[in-house]
């Protein structure tokens, strides 16, 4: 799966709090995307099994909320890309460094 | 709440409405959330980019979908489906045969008056077929549809062939 670098900012975020529920609001403010980005990328991360997805009722008489948290399998998916897409952007530095 | 925070809930749920079944969860999550968004400007920003998430989402779910569907009309199936019904047809030209071989017989019988032809060529050639086919369609519809389909479209070939021949022959 390639990830965007926006699909990283969400992992990445996931992995502040690994074992807590996140609501989407919440992540959205955390990682600064808009619901539009965010939500197709909470959908594909579901579907690959990589995010679990659950309803809480927090109010009587208010709809459910949302929560997501990384799946086993996510977290070291995340992990791994997080600290792959980090090296990444440290090389490139290092070489701008390098060449100014 | 506000005039802008309910036309924004309004716009999301008439689009979580008519989005498939599958996407509606992930469109009322979305709706959900709006609840939670400070400002009345932001709220609004928020459901215009959940509607245009469950647009992306709603339509990938639908190609998905249709994509499925392809692969299920494969060539084999269709040719399954077929079968039957060339199988009609194959029995009505089969018939029809059987006709034409009766009718060139006749024609070169020692007794028979060739004054007759054009009688024994309508009758053998158009009516006699035409009414097996007819009867056969109507004892087949039921239990054997697609088969009764090939001989009734067999019988619909002969006849509009028979009409145009005897208008160009008049």
Known sequence: MRLSRQTIQVLDAFLDTPTEWRYGYDISRSTGLKSGTLYPILIRLAEHKLLETSWETTEAGKPPRHMYRLTRKGLSSAKEHVRAYNAGRSQQTALGGAKS | ?170
Not at chain 2, 111 to 119: E, G, I, K, S, V
Not at chain 2, 158 to 170: D, G, N, Q, T, W
Request: aromatic share 8%; proline share 2%.
């Open chain 2, 1 to 170: 709440m506000s005039l802008i925070r309910r036309t924004a809930s309004r716009w999301l749920g008439a689009m979580i409405r008519y989005s498939p079944v599958q996407c509606q969860d992930w469109g009322h999550a979305m709706l959900r959330e709006s609840d939670f968004v400070e400002s009345n400007w932001s709220a609004l920003r928020w459901a215009l980019g959940s509607m245009a998430a469950l647009c992306r989402y709603s339509i990938s779910v639908e190609l998905n979908a249709l994509d499925r569907k392809c692969r299920e009309l494969s060539v084999k199936r269709i040719v399954r489906g077929l079968r039957p019904l060339l199988s009609g047809v194959a029995v009505a030209l089969i018939f029809l045969s059987i006709c034409i071989a009766a009718f060139s017989a006749l024609l070169h019988a020692s007794w028979f008056d060739q004054a007759q032809q054009r009688l024994a060529d309508r009758v053998l050639i158009v009516a006699v077929p035409e009414t097996a086919y007819l009867a056969g369609v109507m004892a087949l519809w039921r239990r054997r549809k697609t088969f009764a389909v090939g001989i009734l479209s067999s019988g619909v070939l002969l006849i509009v062939h028979a009409i145009v021949h005897f208008a160009s022959h008049m």
